[in-house]
């Protein structure tokens, strides 16, 4: 079968290697389509997100859907020509984390595509049926693999219970604060806000629902509340560009008792206004993946709540692998969700 490696920062080789064979307790899915994450990207330009290091030739992908092509013998409810879309994070079912129903949180977790766990640019993988979930002819295979990142935005809502009703403030409209557009949406937020620097961003976050969208760069808070009075409103945030601008108007404009939560991923260390945090006893916690999702966010998908398509700008072959990271890489091709077809 076919398979994509990373041999070297920004260099992508093509092999053929042979189908990963498929034990009695798994299942074995022929992908069909695959996000294009940030991470990916990442990896793809410096080998290694934080202290997860490419090593030797590695397949990256984790945003993936596709069709069963065997079952296991111990396997029960998968079947042959089923559409799935796969969960990459397959954690210990042991540990605390696990236990306590935040398997997110698993330090034993085998995630596909995070160095040595090989992703999903490859025509074949060989998976945990549990983590295998089978989506409905009217959902797309581009959706089914969509339900990663709407995963990560739904995760960040089940964090802020009580959110329906309020004023919220996203920040970052890439895939991830869109995904957060389309879950507020879904789940009928009061007011919604959204703020990026890039003005065509902000135009598909307004298509998408948003009630009130405006550019930041380079404004003290006190100007922009001028321009845009509903920040005075505000009671959750949540911060999707992960960049210290982001996290400083994050920070201005959450509410008295607002939560805010952080999902966007940035530099290891950045520089905070910390007396607001205290002053008006803002809840900041951070939302790492997803536990528990993606069967609520297939059936939002199921039931037309949520689209995912909208934000998706480029489509490449996984032979064409390389031009899909040249585009998230190219500030003018305004790529927001990239989408390898196999
Ligand atoms: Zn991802
Ligand atoms: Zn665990």
Excluded at 199 to 227: C, H, Q, Y
Aim: aromatic share 6%; hydrophobic share 40%; glycine share 10%.
């Amino acid at each position: 079968m076919k398979a994509v490696f990373l041999k070297r920062p920004g260099e992508l080789e093509t092999r053929d290697i042979p189908e990963p064979e498929c034990g009695p307790d798994m299942v074995k899915v022929r992908i069909k389509e695959v996000g294009l994450c940030g991470s990916d990207v990442h990896y793809f330009n410096h080998g290694r997100v934080g202290k997860n290091v490419v090593v030797s030739p590695h397949i990256l992908g984790h945003e993936s859907s596709g069709i069963v092509t065997e079952t296991g013998k111990k396997v029960r409810g998968l079947q042959v020509g089923h559409r799935v879309s796969i969960e990459p994070g397959v954690p210990c079912r042991a540990c605390k984390e696990c236990l306590t129903g935040y398997y997110n949180l698993c330090k034993q977790v085998v995630f596909m595509g995070a160095p040595p766990n090989p992703g999903t640019f490859r025509e074949y993988v060989v998976h945990d049926p549990l983590f295998v979930h089978t989506i409905p002819d009217t959902v797309t295979f581009t959706q089914g693999a969509l339900v990663e990142p709407l995963s990560v935005a739904y995760n960040v809502f089940s964090n802020l219970p009580g959110a329906a009703g309020g004023t919220i403030l996203i920040i970052g409209a890439g895939p991830i604060g869109l995904a957060g557009v389309e879950m507020a949406m879904a789940l009928g937020v009061g007011r919604l806000l959204t703020a990026d620097v890039d003005p065509r961003r902000l135009e598909k976050a307004r298509e998408l629902g948003a009630d009130r969208v405006f550019n930041p760069a380079g404004k003290e808070f006190e100007t922009l509340v001028e321009d845009i009075p509903e920040l005075e409103d505000v009671d959750h945030v949540i911060e999707a560009s992960g960049s210290e601008a982001g996290i400083r108007l994050a920070i201005n404009a959450a509410g008295r008792k607002g939560k805010l939560a952080l999902v966007g991923m940035g530099s290891d260390e950045i520089s905070i206004p910390y007396m607001p945090i205290i002053r008006k006893e803002i809840r900041l916690f951070g939302t790492y993946r997803y536990a528990n999702a993606y069967p609520s966010v297939i059936r939002l998908l199921t039931h037309g709540n949520v689209k995912g398509e909208p934000w998706v700008t480029h489509r490449f072959s996984l032979d064409d692998l390389d031009k899909g990271f040249a585009a998230a890489n190219d500030k003018q091709s305004f790529a927001l969700k990239i989408m390898i077809e196999l």
